[in-house]
């Protein structure tokens, strides 16, 4: 039986690749042809597509976008409409522009990792509204989570919590930014660190989702529970609103629980017809913490969802599902199984009854899995490959079709009495397609999560833009397309590419970001380590430990020469001390792997062992005068003896 299963299943699987093939040949163009406006797919107009895009020369941009960089580690940031990338911030990767990832601060924070897996950019939130303030970023590589500080855009901390093997289900955040969160996307042993054979994977590997509280003064992320899972792969997720205020949404692979050795999970993980969302009452948490119903694994609070009744519920959803999205409402949840041509419109009151009066069809390791027909709103019939959901302030949703390489736009309910009950009439409510170039994953709309979107601007995240651009070689670029969405038409407008590899991103509007100029003495962030004039630097010895307080300002360094002995433990506390917007400093010593920069009126410290004896040079990195070429010095390491 279960033979039959996966050739079914690896028939099915071979049927989309043909059809996604079939798509890919169909929408690519000649490479490398100019001019090609206007023909083939993902035309524009042209006047239409450079009167809204082009941002003249000292104009500005109305949104921030910010997108992942996935396995680069870091996080883009370019403007709307132009699309131009304007910044980069790293944040699991050492970034040598900035000097991130060289200094003391920033490598304890980066630890032993020289690089992470950014997914999906949350951004905080007062009363469902984006509020500018912070910007989390989560690890799919690794049970961790970031936190970026949108004053100067820069990752302030990065927070790592035990028994989460990777962190895709991340960094979802609550209508007040009470919770960001954190679920298992590949299932381990529990508690972490336990060795358990492949074959013991239904009953010793588990999956954990975690919430992460944020301090409203200061955004620092602390872990405040874990619920351990049975051992699905955990995916995306979303938090609720409105009426589902006080929810967290997420959905689930693997419901099979089984990894099988030389099984394919893509196939092993196909045989159901359907996979779960899971719905988490966070105050439910929060009340099960304070009864004390948890045990502590690795400092960790840990509630099992059997012993804690009323945290956790499951409810079918359409197999392999990727996104799940709330309304602005609130109310509609919408899950999308991969695998499925229908997106499931889930309706979140009948949720809260269906829970109210125990209508559950199935339990699974104690957690009740609630009536699936009891509390769907809708199947759309949106097409092939359902991915995300974004919306606009009209009731419209946009999904984005993977195997089609196009997003559908939708109306959202409430929908004529009965047509839900007919797949037919649903098909009314499917507006219209847009095609992109080409195999889309995520998309966003202008405030797209918030309790308002603005209806006017998406972008997709597009995997590869074939035939869009002149060759770099065997790697496409990834591309993002700016679409029009304000009337009834949506419209193509612009094609940027991006670096390896967005998979989720934000648009902000950009007045909502109140930005520093310069770190003011004496103000935020106070460092014990700043001096502010040439009098107070200082060269000081204590055994075999050195500390140098220098200052750098246009165009010097003081001191210039900083003499030590071969095997001494030098620390350089460096402070920009200009008071003057983008006088950026560098401080490098290629000998010795030393990079850093300091915004003006920053204080970088770097710490180094000076085994190399000789002379080294050291310079400033960042042109800042006329006589930057000027601003160096000389770093003498004595020999031993
Ligand atoms: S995920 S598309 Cu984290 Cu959708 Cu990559
Ligand atoms: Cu300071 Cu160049």
Redesign the pocket.
Known sequence: MFERLALMKRLFAGVLILTMLAFLAGCGGPEGQRGRAGKGAGRSDVTDAALKTYVPPGDLDEYYLFYSGGHSGQVFVAGVPSMRHISTIPVFSPYPGTGYGFDNETKEMLGDYTWGDSHHPGFSETDGEYDGRWLFINDNAQGRIARIDLRDFKTKQIMTIPHISANHGSSFVTPNTEYITMATRMSVPFPEGTYADITEYARKYKGVIAGIKVDPENGHMSLAWEVLMPPFNYDLGDAGKGVSDGWLFWTCYNSEREFIEGGKLEVTASQKDKDFMIMLNWREAEKAIAAGKFKTYKGAKVIDPAKAPGVVYFVGLAKSPHGVDVSPSGQWIIGSGKLSPTTTVFNFEKILKAIENEDFEDTVDGIPVVTYESVREAEIPVGLGPLHTQFDNRGNAYTSLFIESAIVKWKLPPYAPGDAADAKKMEKYVLEKIPVAYNIGHLVTAEGDSRSPDGNYMVALNKLSKGRHISVGPSIPESAQLIDISGDKMKLLYDAFTEPEPHYALMIKADKIKTIEVYKKDEWPANKNAIWTPEETSVKRNGRNVTVKMI?V??FFAPDVIRVNQGDRVTVHLTNIEQTRDEL?GFAINAYNINIVADPGETKSVTFKANKPGVYAFY?T???SAL?QE?QGYLLVKPKG
């Open positions: 750098a246009r165009s400093h400033c960042n042109f800042c930057h601003m």
